[in-house]
């Protein structure tokens, strides 16, 4: 074999295997999405501003959440009850669905939320990892997944983590979610989170950057966008933290800020089912579009 023969064969073999890496990037790659939007109206959900992105209301949402969290923090109770504080009594009323007895995250999301997702490989030729419903039922305008990650301000640097880094995702206002369970993004954010560690209490959630996550819903990053085939059945909406959402449940929220001296409330990102969604079924989402 001749050297240009051999270089062009080392040329189409990298070719072969950018291609086929760009299959998988490119249906989480903003940039992609946003410039083939215009192929499927479908694709596409537009809002005026910030507020008009919501499906349901912020107080739905934390509903759903202090739900599953609370029946959660119940089936890890014999590890907590010296966490105990003042207004632990109001948190056992909904989570008595449940049962006394210790159960894992997917018994609790099912019990509490009458269904179960979890991360299996995509339906979709070549993109990687996608999320289905499992078991259950999910009634449109449910809270279907979280968005995990570290979140930063639109002024804050994420240059070096956002390099080959498919699961950035942009808020209406320029805040950013750093979904990457790897790499530079895995080690920040274990950081950010111990530094916001308050006495015996974590404020968020590590366990997403492995393979079981006590939180089932933090596999949001893992839903693939939508395309012409396959149309979307749930949606992004942000959603802040309220003020009163009770400490010792911090630990199951799957994002922390950059910054230690952020002042905003804590920004999430929640996936909302758009129609029901049965058993069996791949989630795909769509992106909104600010228009004026």
């Given at each position: 074999?001749s050297?240009?023969?051999?270089?062009l064969?080392?040329?189409?073999?990298?070719?072969?295997?950018?291609?086929?890496?760009?299959?998988?990037?490119r249906?989480?790659?903003?940039?992609?999405?946003?410039?083939?939007?215009?192929?499927?109206?479908?694709?596409?959900?537009n809002?005026?501003?910030?507020?008009?992105?919501?499906?349901?209301?912020?107080?739905?949402v934390?509903?759903?959440?202090?739900?599953?969290?609370?029946?959660?923090?119940?089936?890890?109770?014999?590890?907590q009850?010296?966490?105990?504080?003042?207004?632990?009594?109001?948190?056992?009323?909904?989570?008595?669905q449940?049962?006394?007895?210790?159960?894992?995250?997917?018994?609790?999301?099912?019990?509490?939320l009458?269904?179960?997702?979890?991360?299996?490989?995509?339906?979709?030729?070549?993109?990687?990892?996608?999320?289905?419903v499992?078991?259950?039922f999910?009634?449109?305008?449910?809270?279907?997944?979280?968005y995990?990650?570290?979140v930063?301000?639109p002024?804050?640097?994420?240059?070096?983590?956002?390099?080959r880094?498919?699961?950035?995702?942009?808020?209406?206002?320029g805040?950013?979610?750093?979904?990457?369970?790897?790499?530079?993004s895995?080690?920040?954010?274990?950081?950010?989170?111990?530094?916001?560690?308050i006495?015996?209490?974590?404020?968020?959630?590590?366990?997403?950057?492995?393979?079981?996550?006590?939180n089932?819903?933090?596999v949001?990053q893992?839903?693939?966008?939508?395309?012409?085939?396959?149309?979307?059945?749930?949606?992004?909406?942000?959603?802040?933290?309220?003020?009163?959402?009770?400490?010792?449940?911090?630990?199951?929220?799957?994002?922390?800020?950059?910054?230690?001296?952020?002042?905003?409330?804590?920004?999430?990102?929640?996936?909302?089912?758009?129609r029901?969604?049965?058993?069996?079924e791949?989630?795909?989402?769509?992106?909104?579009?600010?228009?004026?």
């Amino acid at each position: 074999m001749s050297d240009i023969q051999t270089s062009l064969w080392m040329f189409t073999v990298v070719l072969r295997r950018f291609q086929n890496k760009w299959k998988s990037y490119r249906h989480r790659f903003v940039p992609w999405v946003v410039f083939n939007l215009s192929k499927n109206e479908k694709t596409l959900r537009n809002v005026t501003e910030r507020s008009k992105d919501k499906l349901v209301p912020d107080e739905e949402v934390s509903r759903s959440l202090l739900t599953l969290f609370r029946a959660l923090f119940r089936s890890h109770g014999f590890h907590q009850r010296q966490f105990q504080t003042p207004f632990m009594p109001q948190l056992t009323s909904e989570a008595e669905q449940v049962g006394g007895d210790p159960v894992c995250g997917q018994d609790a999301m099912l019990q509490t939320l009458g269904f179960c997702i979890e991360r299996k490989p995509s339906t979709l030729p070549f993109a990687g990892s996608g999320v289905f419903v499992t078991k259950g039922f999910v009634p449109k305008g449910a809270t279907v997944a979280m968005y995990p990650g570290t979140v930063y301000q639109p002024y804050e640097p994420i240059l070096l983590q956002s390099i080959r880094n498919p699961f950035v995702f942009r808020c209406i206002d320029g805040i950013l979610v750093d979904g990457n369970d790897k790499g530079i993004s895995r080690m920040v954010f274990k950081s950010c989170s111990g530094r916001d560690r308050i006495g015996p209490f974590l404020t968020s959630d590590t366990s997403w950057l492995t393979d079981t996550p006590q939180n089932p819903l933090a596999v949001g990053q893992y839903v693939n966008n939508c395309s012409d085939e396959r149309p979307a059945n749930v949606c992004y909406q942000e959603y802040d933290v309220p003020d009163k959402f009770p400490i010792e449940l911090h630990q199951y929220l799957p994002n922390v800020n950059y910054s230690q001296g952020t002042q905003r409330r804590l920004r999430c990102v929640v996936l909302v089912s758009l129609r029901d969604i049965s058993a069996g079924e791949e989630l795909f989402s769509n992106y909104y579009t600010i228009v004026h």
